[in-house]
């Protein structure tokens, strides 16, 4: 079974190159701003579109496609450290990155998006290696 990743990578990218381009910006320059919105934006689309996929790719391990449609976005996590596709410190990161989404869902100001800039680094590397996990896809 192959699972689409580009959408994912496309954002991952996107976002890469957002924190790549806020670094070189002054917190005072409007332009600042701008990339510090791409980055929360970004980082929001990486994060679903992982949980989407990572719930297409347990699909496998059910009986049914519905049974893992189900499954919320911490369960779709929890059930990949079960089958062994993440480890559990991955997971336990996976988690902090949706709780953190979560804690600050209606807060859109400076304090949200300077402490989602605080874990980039980290989720670009995780998203990068979530993104090969569900590529390669072997179920055998």
């Avoid at 381009?21 to 929360?40: H, K, N």
């Avoid at 496998?60 to 993440?86: C, G, I, T």
């Avoid at 990161?93 to 304090?111: C, I, M, P």
Wanted: proline share 1%; aromatic share 10%; hydrophobic share 45%.
């Amino acid at each position: 079974m192959s699972i689409d990743t580009t959408f994912l990578r496309r954002c991952i990218e996107s976002l890469d190159r957002a924190v790549a381009g806020i670094e070189q910006l002054d917190d005072g320059d409007v332009m600042y701003d701008i990339f510090r919105a791409a980055c929360v934006k970004e980082f929001e689309l990486v994060l679903e579109q992982s949980g989407k996929l990572l719930r297409k790719r347990l699909a496998a391990y059910f009986p049914s496609n519905r049974q893992a449609d189900r499954l919320n976005f911490k369960d779709v996590f929890r059930h990949a450290a079960l089958r062994d596709l993440l480890t559990p410190d991955a997971v336990e990161r996976w988690l902090g990155y949706r709780d953190h989404r979560n804690d600050t869902a209606h807060d859109y100001g400076e304090d949200f998006a300077e402490a989602t800039l605080a874990l980039l680094a980290g989720f670009i590397d995780d998203a990068r290696a979530l993104a090969d996990m569900i590529e390669a896809a072997d179920d055998g």
